[in-house]
């Protein structure tokens, strides 16, 4: 559940520094300082990623590599860079930074959604006859639960809740493979 959360935030994180240090390097190009720029760059992706492997592998179980492409031993600074540029891992981590950034919205969405609709639920009783809450208001009507059906409502709050931890739990699964997938040689 704290890595649906989560996910948004780094998603933010990753989406921003994949497009700003790719359109750096390309502005960079033409300078003397862009290709050591560049390399600079694409060894943050690879360390980025190296944590982002680490923190799915402790949350989700999956097996993530414990090291960069570029940490071979015996190569010079050029060869390191040259196989910076011809791994793929290194383009599938961009492209997986990219993409977490929708990913991560889409975790987020749906986890408050049903965290706050099953919470909801499970509070219908408290809301509507303590605090005069209704449960719908459309044009100026207000909808309230009956009372008979106040036990279900509760009901249904407590397995939509245990359904949202285990759809969080089922996400969280696939999105290690996911990362696995693009992360892993």
């Known amino acids: 559940m704290f890595y649906m959360f989560f996910s948004l935030v780094t998603g933010i994180v990753y989406f921003t520094w994949a497009f700003t240090g790719l359109s750096l390097s390309a502005g960079f190009a033409v300078l003397i300082f862009g290709i050591p720029f560049f390399a600079l760059f ?23 590599p414990r090291r960069t492409a570029a940490s071979r031993k015996g190569l010079g600074i050029w060869q390191k860079f040259v ?33 706050a609709l099953s919470v909801s639920f499970m509070l219908r009783p408290l809301l509507e006859y303590t605090f005069a809450l209704p449960m719908m208001h459309i044009d100026g009507i207000d909808y309230w639960t009956p009372g008979w059906f106040m036990p279900f409502m509760v009901l249904l709050g407590i397995v939509l809740l245990v359904a949202t931890l285990h759809a969080a739990r089922g996400m969280m699964r696939l999105h290690g493979r996911w990362a696995k997938f693009m992360l892993v040689r």
Do not use: H, N, P
């Open 42 to 64: 694409l060894l943050s992706v690879q360390g980025m990623m190296l944590v982002e492997g680490m923190i799915i592998e402790a949350l989700s179980g999956i097996r993530m």
């Open 83 to 115: 196989s910076l540029l011809k791994d793929k891992r290194t383009w599938t981590s961009i492209l997986y930074m990219v993409l977490q950034l929708f990913l991560g919205i889409i975790y987020f969405t749906v986890t408050v959604t049903l965290l």
